[in-house]
């Protein structure tokens, strides 16, 4: 029996795929989904960390499986495609996550540097998972979401090229959205704010301290004045993607404490 916080058990013979889902809330959400009942596959290219993710999620009674893909190989995605054919009849959910976030301004022309291997990962190697897995998805129809930012909304500095594939991302939600809906699949993104994930934290000299002191320290760039878990991300997606957002598609959803909606700054 899955050990199960939440109360409910919306993805019972369910499989969900989760690209980035070996840490962050592509992580937090494979435990969500699972959590619920769904068979995870999480698609990574840290083995080590994906592994864990799966014991973890077996140790609590799910279900999931680890796949060691590099989303900027189209090879490697075409063959990921291939393997979950041969493994499973149907896809339900697809979570495309993964993501690179390199540093750079216009002016320095670092930005010309980290063009190819961001989007590569962070936008092209989402769209052909997405058509790699299309049939699987068509064959009983499901959801997908994709992982957007509030940089795709609001722009920040040294960051031109994640931001600029954040708000690119938005648009191809809509666009899958029109595509699919004749398939019965929806299509929704997520625009999270500042989430403590362990891209804040991972390379710290106390990765542990600077966790804590991002969680308890207060900001002051959203309304509710507080950064948050991946766990409130994961959340938000597993509505999206279940049978209770069965009328929403081609949205995005701001999981920001209120920037946005609110034009914090």
């Known amino acids: 029996m899955t050990t ?20 962050g809330i592509g992580r937090a959400t494979a435990l969500r989904l699972a959590a619920e009942e769904a068979h ?24 999931a499986s680890f796949m060691e893909v590099d989303l900027a190989d189209d090879a490697a995605v075409k063959a990921a495609g291939d393997a979950v054919a041969a493994r499973f009849p149907a896809l339900h959910i697809l979570v495309n996550n993964a993501a690179v976030l390199r540093i750079g301004t ?39 979401v994709n992982l957007s930012s509030e ?19 938005v648009s191809v939600t ?3 959205a029109y595509e699919f809906v004749d398939y019965g699949i929806r299509v929704n993104a997520v625009a999270p704010g500042w989430i403590v994930t362990e891209m804040h934290f991972g390379n710290a000299p106390d990765p542990a301290a600077r966790k804590q002191e ?7 760039s959203c309304i509710m004045k507080r950064r948050a878990g991946p766990e409130e991300v994961a959340s938000a997606i597993a509505f999206l993607v279940s049978e209770d957002a069965s009328y929403i598609t081609g ?15």
Do not use: C
């Not at 019972?12 to 070996?22: D, E, Q, S």
């Not at 290219?45 to 799966?54: A, F, L, S």
């Open 4 to 23: 199960n916080p939440y109360g409910m058990t919306r993805f019972t013979h369910k499989v969900a795929l989760i690209t980035g889902g070996a840490s």
């Open 40 to 63: 995870v596959i999480i698609v990574d290219k840290n083995v080590e960390m994906g592994q864990q993710t799966v014991t973890q999620i077996e140790q609590a009674g799910g279900a």
């Open 106 to 144: 216009i002016e320095d022309g670092a930005w010309l540097a980290n063009w190819e291997i961001e989007t590569r990962i962070g936008l092209r190697g989402w769209v052909l998972m997405t058509q790699v897995l299309l049939p699987l998805l068509k064959k009983e129809g499901g959801a997908i």
């Open 151 to 169: 940089g795709g909304f609001l722009g920040r500095p040294r960051q031109v090229v994640y931001d600029a594939i954040k708000a690119g991302l």
């Open 174 to 176: 809509k666009t899958m």
């Open 214 to 220: 991002l969680e308890s320290t207060p900001i002051t």
């Open 251 to 265: 949205t995005t959803l701001h999981v920001d404490g209120g920037r946005v909606g609110m034009s914090v700054h």
